[in-house]
Structures are given as C-alpha cells and as structure tokens.
C-alpha cells in the first residue's frame, strides 16, 4: 500500500476538520504534524494532493534574484517608459551582475502607475509594450540562462476591473460574488473606514488595501478557478514561478488563506512542477511567518530584513542564532508541501520599503555593510533595482520607484522618467551625484563592483545559500560566523565591523585568503577591518582562523532626553506621550508623559542598554491625536518616517524632536 507523510498538513486538517492528536505526541509533534496516511486516507480534491504534485524548485535555493521595476528601468523603444524591449537589451547587463532570476513587479493592464490595481489579468500592460515584446524578453531570459517570476496579484482587483463595474450596474451578475459586500445602509459618502469598507453609487464593499482596489472573495469557487485560470495562462506563457502579493490579505479566517494557498500551489505545480512560489507574507514576528510555509515553498523574511539593518546600525544581536532558529521553526511547517526544505527568502530592501542608502542617511559604507551580511547569510537573496548602485529612494511611494541611473548626466539611451503616470517627480535621481551606473562601474570600492564582488563569491561558493551556520566569538563591535557543507574539503569566515572605527583580528591558521581582496594571510598576521567593512577568509574546514576574543558586552544603561516642541495649537491641557516598543505602543501610558518646560516644550528622559534600538512616536493621549507632518501624513522627522527610531550610542544625549502637526488637528 503506497504511503504519504505530511507534516503541518495535519495540523490543517486538525484545524479543519476538528480532529485531536494521539495523546501520546508531543506538543513539538503536533506542531510539526509527523504523521502517516495510508491510501484510504488520501482524498482526490487538489486542496488536499499537494504532497502528491512532483515539485523540483531546487533550482531557487542556489539562486539570486533581482526585483524590477519595469517602469523604471529601461526605455526600449524612445518614450521616456521603461519596456520588455529595454528589458530584453539589457539581459547583458543582468548576466554580467550575475543574477539568476527576475521577480517583475506587475505588468498587467492596470489602472495605476505601479500596476498593483489590475484591470485584466490576460493583458499586457501598453506602457510597457506588447505580449510579443514580452515573449520575446522572456525567451531571450531563458536563453541565457535566466529565470522569471511575475508578481500575481489577486488578493483585490481595480475598481475600473470589467468583474467589478458588472457587479456594480448588476447585483444578479456572476461576477457580484467576485467581491465581497456590505449591508451598511450607509457610510454618509465616506471613502473609507479603518475596517476597510468603501462606498461607491451607495454601495459598501472591502478594500483591504484602498478604495480602488476591491477585495476578491476566495469563498466563492469561481474566482478560485478563475484564479487558477490566471496562473495557467501565464505559466503557459512560460514565466517560471510567481511572487503572491498581499498573501495573508486574502481572508479574515488565516486558515481559509491558507488552505487557497495549498491549493493554488497544487494547480501551479501540476502545471509546471519548477515553478517556483515565494510570498509577500508580512509579518514582524516569525510566528506570523511561518504557518505559511505549510502552502508555499518560500516567503519573505521581513524579520530579518529588519534585523540586518539594525545590525548595521551598530544593534548587537546574533545573526546566525536567529537565522538557524528560524530555518528550523520554518520546516515544521514546511512538509504538508511534500518537501523537507524551505527556501527563505532574503532581502534589505524592496519597493515598499525606503532604500537601503536613505535609510542609513547616505552612508553608502553601511549600505555595503548591508549588502554584505545578507549575502553571507543563509537563504535566497533579493535585490532591489539600483540597490546595487546605493540608489537612494523614500515615501511616498513612487520615489522608491525612481529611474534605474544608467548615466552620469542622468539622462541618455534608455533612461527613463518620470511622467504623469506617477504621483510625484522625481526627487533622487540627479547628473554628476556620484551613484549612476556609468560613474560606479570598474570603480574599485564602488556600491556596484562590491555587489558584483558579492555576488561572484556567492555564486562560487554555494555553501553561502544552504550550509551550516555557527558563530564565532570576537570582540564587542565585531561580528564573526562560519559556514561549511558536507561537499567540501574548506569553509568560510565572515567577520563584520559594525563601528565607524578600524579593527582588527588576528589570523590564527595558514593560507588564508580574503575572497573580497584577494589578499592572503598566514597565522599571526594582523587583518584590518576599516569602519564597516566586512572579511570573508576562505580556509581548511573545521578551523576557527582568526583568534577569538570572548566579546566583553557593556552592561550600561545610556540616557536619552527627548526634548519636544509641539505646535502652538496644541491644547494647553493636554497630555503629551511618548509612546513606543518599550510600553507596547500603549498611547495613554501614565508613566511616559512628558514634562512642560517651557512654552510648546516638553521632555521626558528614559534609559536604554547601550547600542540597543527602540522606535517611538508622539501623541496626546490617543492614536487619534498621533503627531503628523505638515501634510497631514503619518510620516514624521528629517527623514519622513512612519516612526522616529532612536540608538543608545551616547550616554545623557538629548534629542530635539519637533512635531509638525496632529492628526486631529
């Protein structure tokens, strides 16, 4: 009798279908599942066959990928408007980065500049040329050798999508139970609500994301088969995997996603068994990640995307713990696919999120920083487009969507702009500013010959995206790790500098050599890590090559005095809070009100371990009174930041912060 294990596909069907485990198993084994199934207990729905599809998207472990904008990248044929046909000139300069994969981000026929409101899912976008000049790209992709994903967005649709202007002007339509509805009598005109709904013509439906992107409803069988349809359509058309926008989005019951994402999978992989399926699954804890790995092979790890850049910032923490603490949380979760692997998906910045550069206020060298911890860490890297120029890019959104720099003047062959199909210019992109690709290119220390430099040494070496991981002890300010897999006879060393001073370690083996200068060292010699700059020492297998150093952690409280000026019409008596990660956002906490100190100036002081993080806001007592910008946008600070973010670098500093506006102001 042939014979099927799952792992989390029990727990799915525990939540199901109300069943209880054996009482002898653990709790760790009822997470995991472990269980066998015979034959009768196979069911035929395709929900329930996933372990039973053939699946060989092996090939995405050892990969990179590299995000596109495809707007923003190349102009092919003359209109200012990055194309297929100036993605298909540029396959060169893909293959010379070293890249094996595109994820492009949507390129439907939408209503909007980024596309993320599709109007007909069999289209082509006409800004960015034609079905022809999309398999034309695509075949010249895969001629050389390099694979591509498209972002699939189905959790909402356009409003000005053909199903829903039917469901509109028709309630009897088919298409009415596309989308999901409200019996509010009404919202007074209302465009939106903090639930989600939006009126239109009287009508009340969900819009997760915003009102010009109604919610499709999974309860409903045709729009999964109309889903699925999709899917086919495309992998027909060769593409070779899909990135799931908004994934967790799909319905309020996390275990009905769940369970369409399984079946979404199965459909994809009867289709194409190397179709490869990462998700938008954003979440800031890994117990939000991880349930998802039971439908889908990948996701992002916007954890630890978050955890390399305060890592840069000087936030000491133990990579390599977190990483290995995450993988095996992961695989718990993983078998109900039918496979014992995850494939985490890695990256420090992506469209949604500011570039990496802005985020580090310009400091290209922390940027590099960056660059190099995530691809020295397990997992399959992503790259932003023009991160491997340190591009610089934050809200609103479409400026970290600007024009890929090909030029020193800013302009030239193939440059793309910024027209009216955006929100705002462009504020980034400048002649002579030292970032295009032509100004960076054979520069030695350059943001982009670093990445190729990166890039080669993963590529060559791929024990990077799958080995074993250990930490290594060296002094305060550094970080050190190891790496080795079972088919090699050597092993990496990755030492990090996160100070803005040199250091140095001491090499303790023979024949060593720095993969990112080429230079060699033997025991004794001193290697110098200037500020921010990272080692990679290529040595014999089970070898510690530098002498460790047992890191002396200073146990100090550092004090910070938020000094806050508010607007002249703030209400004289209220509260002003400071709220933030300390006392779990709570925006009524008694013990952090500020103190008056002058006219419209108040100040609170609070203790902090030294180099730890913490991000924070001002209010009045409530969300509702939060602090804004002058235009009224959740964005506050120099930067234009959802939240100001403070480091316990100095003991008794004081910080100024000034609050531009209120939201109920």
Not at 52 to 79: H, L, M, P
Not at 527 to 550: D, G, R, W
Not at 572 to 598: K, R
Request: aromatic letters at 12%.
């Amino acid at each position: 009798m042939r014979r099927v294990f799952f792992t989390l596909f029990l727990l799915s069907m525990l939540l199901f279908f109300g069943c209880s485990p054996d009482e002898t198993s653990s709790t760790e084994d009822m997470e995991a599942g472990q269980v066998e199934l015979t034959e009768d207990d196979e069911q035929a729905d395709e929900t329930l066959a996933l372990v039973d599809i053939e699946q060989n998207i092996e090939w995405a472990e050892e990969a990179i990928f590299y995000q596109v904008f495809v707007r923003s990248f190349y102009d092919g044929s003359g209109d200012g408007i990055g194309d297929f046909k100036g993605l298909k000139e540029q396959i060169p300069y893909f293959v010379e980065l070293g890249v094996d994969a595109l994820w492009l981000m949507p390129i439907n026929k939408a209503s909007s500049y980024h596309g993320y409101d599709v109007e007909d899912y069999y289209d082509i976008e006409p800004d960015l040329g034609s079905m022809a000049d999309f398999a034309a790209f695509l075949e010249e992709a895969h001629e050389n050798n390099i694979k591509v994903i498209l972002d699939f967005v189905v959790n909402h649709t356009s409003i000005n999508h053909e199903w829903f202007q039917t469901a509109l002007a028709d309630q009897e339509s088919e298409y009415h139970d596309y989308y999901i509805w409200d019996d509010h009598e009404t919202y007074q005109g209302q465009e939106s609500n903090e639930q989600g709904w939006h009126e239109i013509d009287g009508r009340i439906y969900s819009g997760h994301y915003n009102n010009d992107m109604p919610d499709l409803n999974y309860r409903n069988p045709a729009v999964r088969e109309e889903v699925k349809a999709i899917a086919s359509f495309w992998i027909n058309k060769g593409v070779d995997g899909f990135r799931l926008d908004g994934a967790p989005e799909i319905d309020e019951d996390e275990k009905q996603t769940i369970e369409w994402w399984r079946e979404f999978n199965a459909h994809v992989k009867s289709e194409n068994p190397e179709a490869f399926i990462v998700g938008e699954n954003w979440f800031h804890t890994i117990d939000g990640i991880r349930p998802y790995y039971s439908a889908m092979e990948s996701s992002f790890n916007f954890v630890l995307t978050e955890d390399i850049l305060d890592f840069t910032n000087g936030v000491t923490m133990d990579l390599v713990e977190e990483v290995n603490g995450m993988r095996e949380q992961y695989l718990r979760f993983s078998n109900a696919r039918g496979q014992d692997f995850i494939i985490d998906a890695t990256m420090i910045g992506n469209h949604d999120l500011d570039r990496v550069v802005s985020r580090f206020d310009g400091d290209r060298e922390k940027a590099k920083l960056a660059a190099s911890v995530l691809m020295t860490l397990p997992g399959t890297p992503f790259i932003y487009y023009g991160e491997e120029l340190g591009q610089e890019g934050q809200r609103p959104d479409d400026n970290r969507r600007e024009p890929f720099s090909w030029y020193k003047e800013a302009k030239g062959p193939g440059m793309t702009v910024m027209n009216d199909r955006f929100f705002h210019s462009s504020a980034y992109t400048h002649p002579n500013d030292g970032i295009s690709l032509e100004e960076q290119k054979g520069v030695a220390g350059s943001v982009y010959e670093h990445y190729k430099k990166l890039i080669a040494i993963r590529k060559d070496h791929p024990m990077l995206f799958t080995g074993n991981y250990e930490t290594i002890d060296t002094e305060f300010g550094l970080y050190g790790y190891t790496v080795h897999d079972e088919d090699s006879d050597y092993q990496l060393t990755m030492i990090h500098n996160q100070r803005n001073e040199e250091r140095t370690v001491k090499a303790s083996e023979n024949e060593l050599e720095e993969l990112l200068t080429g230079a060699a060292y033997s025991s004794g010699d001193d290697i110098t890590l200037p500020p921010y700059h990272s080692i990679i020492l290529k040595s014999a297998k089970h070898t510690i090559p530098v002498e460790e150093v047992v890191a002396e952690i200073p146990d100090l409280d550092y004090s910070v005095t938020f000094q806050v000026t508010v607007p002249e019409e703030t209400p004289v008596d209220d509260d002003i809070y400071l709220v933030g990660e300390f006392n779990q956002w709570d925006p009524e906490d008694e013990q952090y009100i500020l103190n008056q100190v002058d006219d419209y100036v108040y100040e609170i002081t609070i203790d902090g371990k030294a180099f730890s993080m913490i991000q924070y806001k001002i209010t009045r007592g409530d969300w509702d009174s939060r602090e804004q910008n002058s235009a009224g946008e959740d964005l506050i600070g120099e930067r234009q930041t959802e939240n100001r973010i403070y480091q316990f670098s100095n003991n008794e500093h004081v910080e100024e912060v000034v609050i531009e506006s209120w939201a109920d102001q």
